[in-house]
């Protein structure tokens, strides 16, 4: 299985600040991968996929990018609404295989 | 706008099956792939299989013994079943869809937590 590595696991930050989030896999995966945006009791929702391609609806601040092994999703001013945990998913080999999470907490 | 929702038991015996049901909402299982997913607590998302619109199935190897998804189209639902359960199995269980074999997961259902007790 494609290992995939996120980082950090999780983040303190404040209001308006940047903030990236880092997902390493363990072998080429082209451009794709996904990020989702995760909630206390509630579902992922997508926010990135084909690495840099906004879904819609997402509000612009997020973005992504990367290929090949190393991904990045960016907030470009966090906002109150932005605390949550961020997964990576890789679905270019089977199975479909998650990063581990990132936790952003309010400082 | 797809809506998926998960239903079933919220706790399962060791050594029992779970079924899970997923019924879908604004559009139609004849079309696009439909995934299991779950997330044990604390730990990472894991794949658990698709079914496809044309019925075919493809499993995560690490739960392919004991995994058949299947669809029911008269009803637009498909379905898990998931064997000889354990402890480890505690999860929040997801359906998905994915719009092709090699796409991401883009709308979900909420989520349905399963526990494995006696």
């Not at chain 2, 029911?72 to 402890?87: C, H, I, P, R, V």
């Amino acid at each position: 299985d494609i290992q995939m590595t996120q980082s950090p696991s999780s983040l303190s930050a404040s209001v308006g600040d940047r903030v990236t989030i880092t997902c390493r896999a363990s072998q080429d995966i082209r451009n794709d991968l996904g990020w989702y945006q995760q909630k206390p009791g509630k579902a992922p929702k997508r926010l990135i996929y084909a690495a840099s391609s906004l879904q819609s609806g997402v509000p612009s601040r997020f973005s992504g990018s990367g290929s090949g092994t190393e991904f990045t999703l960016t907030i470009s001013s966090l906002q109150p609404e932005d605390f949550a945990t961020y997964h990576c998913l890789q679905h270019n080999t089977y199975p479909p295989t998650f990063g581990g999470g990132t936790k952003v907490e309010i400082k | 706008q797809v809506q998926l929702q998960e239903s079933g038991p919220g706790l399962v015996k060791p050594s029992e099956t779970l079924s899970l049901t997923c019924t879908v909402s604004g559009g139609f299982i004849i079309s696009n792939f439909w995934s299991w997913i779950r997330q044990p607590p604390g730990k990472r998302l894991e794949w658990i299989g698709y079914i496809s619109y044309s019925g075919s199935t493809n499993y995560n190897p690490s739960l392919q013994s004991r995994v058949t998804i299947s669809a029911d189209t008269s009803q637009n639902l498909f379905s898990l079943k998931l064997t000889s359960m354990t402890a480890a199995d505690t999860a929040v269980y997801y359906c998905a869809r994915v719009v092709g074999p090699y796409s991401s997961f883009d709308f979900w259902g909420q989520g349905t937590l399963v526990t494995v007790s006696s």
